[in-house]
């Protein structure tokens, strides 16, 4: 009976280093493919707009002499747009892979929820020219424990967003409140809103939901650092779709410090 049980379970031991071989296999495939598919986005996100602004370039040396004023001034635009655009990519490139590398340190500090709004709101106020902005933080909200330049640009990633994906004239709403131990900061627009099979994964590295559209084009990076830089700061994100009207609802969650020691207290 022993010797039987022995056999049984050098059986099984066998049975699972295969299923292990078989597994480790796939991982690596699957790896190997993403790997292919994520070299195969990043060199067209670079070489698109690199191409339009070679173009552009190569227009304007060419046809110099036979371009009108207006002709030359919209080739130029191409070409700062163009580079924009490369630069905001490189960017964001730089700034996920500092997030994978585990290199994103915040520096935490109590911030007043209300000012870190304002300055963003400022810092997104050319995209945002053609919207309406509401403002509707509450008031005596506590301070938060956050690193101001990481959650700045997370709310600026999000009114991008906001202006980018919702149409001019409609109201983008900054919303924040307190729920229980956290404060909930929201952006609200009144757009098309993200299709419920893609809530989930919005917040993928190089998800896009819209993504055969040039005029809306984007990273697909700016949610997953956002995301990245608000779990650094100990709090999470949220997608989905406003349930009062039409639009995406986007939010930071982060908790309130257990207790402020006095010499913590925001000047
Ligand atoms: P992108 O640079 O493409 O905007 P993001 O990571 O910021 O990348 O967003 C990922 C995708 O999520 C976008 O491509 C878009 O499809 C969708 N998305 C983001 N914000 C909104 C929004 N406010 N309304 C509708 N869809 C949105």
Redesign the pocket.
Known sequence: LLDALADMGALAIERVRLVEDLDRAERAAETDRLARALLTSISHDLRTPLASALGAASTLRDLDAALTPEAKAELLATIIEESERLNRFIV?LLDMTRLEAGAVAPNLALQDVAETVDTALRRTQAVLAGHRVAVDVAPDLPTLRLDPVLFEQVLV??L???A???PEGSTVTVRARREGRSVCIA?L?E????PEA?VER??DKF?????SDRV???????????RGFVEAMGGTVG?GNRRDRP??A?TVTLPVPARTAPREIAA
């Open positions: 964001n990633n999000l991008d967003n906001a980018k994906y919702a952006v627009d757009g098309n809103g993200i893609d919005v917040f998800y896009r939901v819209h993504k809306r084009a984007g990273t697909g990076l700016g949610l997953a650092i956002s997608a639009g995406a986007f």
